[in-house]
């Protein structure tokens, strides 16, 4: 039961070089949500998608566009990164139509941008 | 939006001591709340969650919280502490399509 599976786990990058992070899950769930954890500053939303087909933007999403590819997989995408975007990142899931459930996690990726 | 604050930014403790990490959230209507724990290098992992019924809810590792509505809080206890529950605790609720979190608590427990 992988539950939210993302890649890479670790990537160092160049200033203007550009990334997709890839997240998946395997739940059936219609929610997903990419996070960005800083000290500090606790989780902060980037974008998330409540369905398929949908995207919203969060808290902070400037230097960043996703993609909901199906309702599976949810990628993050930095088109020139920026040494303010190193951070750890988080996708999640949820059911959250269904109301009393929580949000899952995949392991992170950790980013650094020199 | 949805806010959460947790006002214990860092708490030092030594092994057997209690705990309690406070939360308090804004929403005034139904609230789902969640207490989440991430240990060094990992993810977010759910502690314990609370929908409706008992105030008093109980999640797993030893942790309890409970709701109270009055103070919009969602305070997360544990009667004695071991050294491996040194990690960063998370109070979250969710409204819409949304989940909001709490800045977080570093917990560090001293053998």
């Known amino acids: 039961n992988a539950g939210v599976t993302q890649t890479p786990k670790f990537q160092v990058l160049k200033t203007g070089q550009s990334m997709t992070l890839q997240c998946a899950q395997d739940?059936?769930?219609?929610?997903m949500y990419w996070y960005r954890q800083d000290p500090g500053m606790g989780l902060r939303l980037i974008y998330y998608s409540a369905s398929e087909g949908t995207t919203d933007k969060g808290e902070v999403p400037n230097g960043y566009n996703v993609s909901r590819l199906n309702k599976r997989e949810f990628s993050l995408r930095l088109e020139s990164a920026a040494p303010s975007q190193t951070s750890v990142y988080f996708c999640?899931?949820?059911?959250?139509?269904?109301?009393?459930?929580?949000?899952?996690f995949g392991q992170g990726t950790r980013l650094t941008v020199v | 939006a949805q806010s959460v604050s947790q006002h214990n930014h860092h708490v030092i403790l030594s092994e057997a001591a209690s705990l309690e990490l406070g939360c308090n959230y804004s929403y005034g209507g139904t609230v789902n709340l969640f207490w989440y724990v991430q240990y060094p290098g990992q993810h977010l992992q759910l502690l314990l969650k609370y929908f409706s019924g008992d105030p008093l809810v109980k999640g797993i590792k030893g942790f309890e919280a409970e709701f109270i509505k009055s103070k919009f809080s969602f305070n997360l206890r544990k009667p004695s502490v071991q050294w491996s529950d040194t990690a960063e605790y998370f109070c979250?609720?969710?409204?819409?399509?949304?989940?909001?979190f709490g800045t977080g608590t570093s917990l560090t427990v001293i053998p």
């Open positions: 739940m059936n769930h219609n929610s």
């Open positions: 979250a609720t969710n409204t819409g399509n949304q989940f909001y």
């Open positions: 999640a899931s949820s059911d959250i139509q269904s109301w009393n459930t929580e949000a899952f």
